[in-house]
């Protein structure tokens, strides 16, 4: 009786399975669909012989899956509901699986199958309201997709993605849909494949479903290639659209016809929202916008309002910023709540001769002084920032971001013996600014290298448009003697040199720790700076021979190789005040000694100021051939000095 009556309740428009008892199946396997009965000729007056569905109809009769209408009917054009779309994959389900599950005993005809399809996954809580709506195409495909696990729905097909008109790619059920006419049980209601997702699904259609599914022999070939579709019209989930500030919305385009394969770009008519590749609108400030929607010829419209949510605060990450004229730097500031936006703040500055500021919080410091900068909420909320503006440095001397080096220094004894090394990899002069006083410079460098000595120091002289020296400063920091050092070393400088200084040399030398007797010195100018220079001391473990002057050496500017020093070469070789004597290194031989006094001479200098020069060679020390150079007492325009210099013929590098 129980059976009699289910039959009766799906009689009116669904197809049902068989409900009587079948024998134990084999696990998992697609042997378990076997013929139950036989279909005899004219079992159902309204499916007509040689229909394209007459076949299917008797597949799925005699393999139990499906019943009439009534006895001689099986109402072939009528749709089906969710309900009995539930039921058919249930026992899809439970026959692959063979299980031999019962679906009796529910109040509601199909909650056991409700209950079946939950608890295998065919379909999740809550899914469906409705089991007696009518299913849709689309619903059917999603719910046949779970009946039989994916072993037994192997693609068979090649459909592209995109290859079906009408199921846009992401749209819902995507994946469900393209599996089952890749295995071949779908194909389309037209050659093109076009599912028609939206429309109900008949019986004769469930039936053709049905048999491909249980039997693969049945199942269809078919190709389908994604084909560009230019879009015919495009429309928006919405037309109009109200944001508070911060807010977003998600808007969606849908073109004409469903296969239109036009990409669709988006669009703002101003910033009032901003909108992302995939139509994502996010409100930044009070107004209003247009958002469109673009798809080849044609688009669509929304129109955004953006209200403000009311500022409660405002406050500046800094309560004051010290910046330097013709500077700009954007001011940091925050608000709450955390939904207003920073964007409909006023800003503004009590003092524009000293500082600007945009309505984006950036401000350009014109002049020396200070300014108030004020950012108001339209709640009246605001905070302030004190803006301190120095005058930019403005010196002219090339100073910044030159690199000089690598210096290499070697100091000997009269015996031959290394005295100190020091060496510098890099020199860069990283910045000029003024110090709080506003007299002097703050001179930063970069320094890299490596020193016998226990620190590092370079003397920087600057000189007017005339070669006049116009003043001196030293930079000297600590470092480990004999290992590699990376310091930022610092001085002061007034301003009045550096504003008038047009070129620059420096020295570079170390302080032993425990030695000041002695001296050395020596320098390779160059218009923009870049001397090597001397050592202040000796070794406090042998002593030379002979005593350095300490009051004068003779600095040297573009003092070129020894192997390009010849008489009729003209060098400047100028005296310069203040500075020690020391070494000097270049390649020479004793032929080009005799070049070198000549040319001495051609730059000015007397028989008599170099009569008392003798060069005689010291021998051969590691790879350096170095010679001595004695000069005696001599005038210069400075007074009676005595200068010596050390040659030496460095023969693998040939540099100062």
């Known amino acids: 009786m129980k059976q009699k009556k289910f039959i009766s309740m799906l009689a009116a428009g669904a197809l049902c399975l068989s409900l009587l008892p079948t024998s134990a199946f084999a696990a998992e396997s697609m042997d378990n669909f076997k013929t139950e009965r036989d279909y005899p000729a004219g079992q159902f007056t309204d499916v007509v012989a040689g229909s394209w569905y007459a076949g299917s109809v008797e597949t799925a009769y005699e393999l139990g899956l499906v019943e009439g209408t009534s006895k001689t009917t099986f109402s072939p054009t009528d749709p089906i509901t969710i309900s009995s779309t539930l039921a058919l994959a249930c026992r899809l389900y439970s026959t692959y699986y063979g299980d031999n599950a019962t679906f009796t005993g529910g109040t509601i005809w199909y909650q056991p199958y409700v209950d079946y399809a939950i608890a295998k996954g065919i379909i999740t809580s809550g899914q469906y309201s409705d089991y007696n709506a009518n299913a849709t195409r689309r619903q059917f495909a999603a719910i046949m997709a779970k009946a039989l696990p994916a072993s037994a729905l192997k693609g068979i097909n090649t459909v592209e993605d995109g290859g079906i008109p009408d199921v846009a790619s992401g749209s819902a059920n995507y994946a469900d849909i393209y599996t089952l006419y890749r295995a071949g049980i779908l194909t389309g209601s037209d050659k093109l494949g076009t599912f028609l997702p939206e429309t109900t699904i008949d019986r004769a259609s469930v039936s053709a479903i049905l048999s491909r599914m249980a039997m693969p022999s049945q199942r269809q070939s078919i190709t389908l290639k994604k084909v560009e579709v230019a879009a015919t019209a495009i429309s928006l989930n919405r037309s109009t659209l109200s944001l508070k500030n911060g807010e977003t919305f998600q808007l969606n385009a849908t073109l004409t016809p469903a296969n239109a394969s036009t990409k669709v770009t988006w669009s703002v008519s101003n910033d009032v929202v901003s909108v992302t590749d995939d139509g994502k609108v996010t409100a930044k400030r009070a107004g209003s916008a247009i958002v469109t929607a673009t798809a080849g010829n044609v688009s669509a419209k929304c129109s ?49 001769r000293v500082a600007t500021v945009s309505q984006d919080g950036t401000v350009t410091a014109v002049g020396e002084g200070t300014a108030k900068i004020t950012a108001k909420a339209p709640s009246g909320k605001y905070d302030t920032c004190w803006v301190y503006v120095d005058k930019k440095a403005s010196v002219s001397v090339p100073l910044l971001n030159h690199e000089y080096g690598p210096m290499n220094l070697t100091s000997y004894y009269s015996s031959g013996k290394v005295m100190d090394t020091n060496n510098i990899t890099s020199l860069v002069f990283t910045s000029v600014e003024y110090t709080s006083s506003g007299d002097k410079y703050e001179v930063k460098a970069s320094i890299q290298g490596r020193t016998t000595r226990s620190n590092c120091t370079v003397e920087l002289y600057f000189y007017d448009a005339n070669n006049r020296v116009l003043g001196q400063e030293t930079m000297i920091e600590r470092v480990t003697a004999n290992m590699d050092y990376n310091i930022q070393a610092h001085t002061y400088i007034d301003t009045d040199i550096l504003d008038n200084a047009v070129r620059m040399e420096f020295y570079y030398y170390g302080t032993p720790a425990d030695y000041n007797g002695g001296g050395s010195g020596g320098s390779t100018g160059g218009n923009e700076g870049g001397s090597t220079g001397g050592d202040e001391g000796g070794s406090g473990t042998e002593t030379p021979d002979y005593d350095y002057p300490y009051d004068t050496y003779y600095g040297f500017e573009g003092i070129p190789s020894f192997d390009e020093f010849t008489s009729s070469s003209r060098t400047q070789m100028d005296y310069t005040e203040g500075k020690k004597a020391g070494y000097m290194y270049a390649s020479a031989t004793t032929a080009e000694f005799d070049s070198y006094r000549a040319a001495l001479k051609e730059c000015g200098f007397s028989e008599s100021q170099v009569a008392g020069m003798y060069f005689y060679s010291k021998g051969t020390h590691g790879t350096n051939d170095y010679w001595e150079v004695r000069c005696g007492t001599t005038s210069s325009p400075y007074g009676e000095v005595s200068v010596m210099v050390i040659l030496s013929h460095i023969k693998s590098s040939n540099e100062w």
Do not use: C, H, Q, Y
């Open 304 to 352: 955004v309002t953006v209200t403000d949510v009311a500022i409660t605060r405002v406050d500046f990450t800094d309560s004051s910023v010290d910046m330097l004229e013709g500077d700009s730097r954007k001011l940091s500031v925050s608000v709450a709540p955390s939904n207003a936006s920073v964007s409909s703040l006023t800003w503004s500055s009590d003092n524009t």
